[in-house]
């Protein structure tokens, strides 16, 4: 090779700085618009980290990346993270599946690969939301957020995003968590419930649920076509479980542990114990609804719900096994004749099946349970049946701060009901004690029974009466 008239040798390959020689390559790719030279650099000398697209670059190379404003430079750990935009995790995806490779990387479990999905998931799997771009993650099932640098602008966002969801008609909060940095969550109901109403969202869960299965069939994955609508696979346990529900179905009927019962927020399976207690020195058989938790904030959250729909529950710790939710026998005496109808399967084949001390208990529960009309559901919020002075009310009683949440929340849902004859019939909700106890007069039950929605109220209210 010649320059400015001077012999210049060129060194054999061998000898130059390959990896220099292959970091420049890379970028040149990128800049061109070809994130796969890059991907492929970090599956061999990437870093799996939460987040972020790492490669390892030592101190003497980090020149090559200065100056680019997708990149921060980590001297001290020899490190470099990229950040790349949405199109280029896209097309990086959709073409190693073209190609095939990326098939052949799902069915290696590869852990590079399955993080770099998760990075090109964050990046196009979200939405705009109160003036926030909302990320999603189903690594722990389907959940949003959105990060703040201090609390106080979380609250701020939160509140905003609660007004706006009330907007579309979709009545929840979402919750604020601080740790090492301050979060606003969006529950996997919430995100549901948007998809059914914002086309953006139902997409955004789409292409996570693509992103976030392996495909073992060399099947073309188009992430690079965002705006095409793509069917959702179904992922192997869903599957399973989808074939059981429709066995049951489809089968005869059979015992279940299990209740189901609607909330003003969407519906809570929970499972049936028989279990004892303690009254007057006498050991009592009875029953519960349980439901198990990891956290102690998943409880207590669950404990929440379950209150504003005016079912009492505790929270009990169980150590190294977590947390349970328990509603006792007397609120599950409180649930619709049809729900109870799963208490009444639950301790009859116990009593059929189990061993003699568990027939006996199943047996005297039964004797004890009341499966009548205790209580009426409104929009999911239930409130005890009682008698007062010849008249039927329905109560609930609490803490001041509950009963005004469900107070709250039951002037919603009787506003959605009534629509414009609602101002004159909520004089009828009345609060008594202090504030600690909720009550709807007969005047406005006899008005719900009216409703053609509210067939089952009328019969709960008939034979409660009698």
Not at 382 to 408: C, F, N, S, V
Request: some cysteine.
């Amino acid at each position: 090779m010649t320059e400015n008239g001077q012999t210049i040798y060129q060194m054999p390959l061998e000898s130059r700085d390959i990896k220099a020689f292959m970091i420049k390559l890379v970028l040149e790719h990128l800049d061109a618009g070809d994130p796969l030279p890059l991907v492929a650099y970090y599956l061999g000398d990437g870093a799996v980290e939460k987040g972020n697209l790492v490669i390892a670059v030592s101190r003497k190379r980090m020149h090559l990346f200065e100056g680019r404003g997708n990149v921060d430079v980590n001297a001290k750990w020899e490190a470099v993270v990229l950040r790349l935009a949405p199109e280029l995790y896209a097309k990086a995806v959709a073409e190693l599946y073209l190609s095939g490779v990326g098939v052949l990387l799902d069915v290696l479990h590869s852990h590079k690969w399955l993080a770099f999905k998760r990075l090109a998931a964050q990046s196009l799997t979200g939405f705009p939301l109160a003036g926030k771009y909302v990320k999603l993650a189903s690594a722990n099932g389907l959940r949003g957020w959105v990060s703040f640098k201090t609390r106080e602008e979380a609250e701020r966002y939160a509140e905003a995003a609660r007004r706006e969801l009330e907007k579309l008609g979709i009545y929840a909060a979402p919750k604020v968590i601080s740790r090492i940095y301050h979060q606003v969550i969006f529950d996997e109901m919430t995100l549901i419930r948007l998809t059914r109403v914002d086309e953006t969202v139902k997409l955004a869960v789409e292409r996570l649920e693509i992103l976030s299965t392996p495909h073992i069939a060399a099947k073309p994955i188009d992430t690079a076509r965002p705006e095409e609508s793509i069917k959702r696979p179904v992922r192997p346990k869903i599957e399973a479980k989808r074939e059981e529900v429709s066995r049951l179905k489809t089968t005869a009927p059979k015992a279940v542990d299990r209740v189901v019962f609607q909330l003003v927020d969407g519906v809570a399976s929970m499972k049936l114990r028989l279990t004892y207690v303690m009254k007057e020195g006498r050991k009592m058989p009875t029953v519960n609804a349980v439901a198990q938790f990891s956290a102690l904030e998943e409880a207590e959250e669950f404990r929440r719900q379950l209150r504003l729909s005016g079912i009492n529950a505790s929270v009990v710790s169980r150590g190294k096994d977590g947390f349970e939710v328990v509603v006792p026998k007397d609120e599950l005496e409180k649930l619709m004749p049809e729900e109870k109808e799963a208490v009444k399967r639950c301790l009859e084949h116990v009593a059929q099946t189990g061993d003699k001390e568990k027939k006996k208990a199943a047996e005297e529960v039964l004797r004890r349970f009341d499966f009548g009309a205790k209580a009426i559901n409104i929009g999911g919020i239930r409130l005890k049946l009682a008698h007062d002075r010849g008249r039927i009310k329905a109560e609930k009683y609490g803490d001041p701060q509950l009963i005004a949440e469900i107070k709250t929340t039951l002037e919603r849902k009787l506003r959605e009901a009534l629509g414009d004859e609602y101002e004159q019939w909520k004089e009828y909700i009345k609060i008594k004690e202090g504030g600690k106890r909720l009550i709807i007069t007969q005047q406005l039950l006899k008005r719900l029974a009216q409703d053609p929605n509210t067939t089952k109220l009328r019969k709960n209210l008939k034979t409660h009466k009698n």
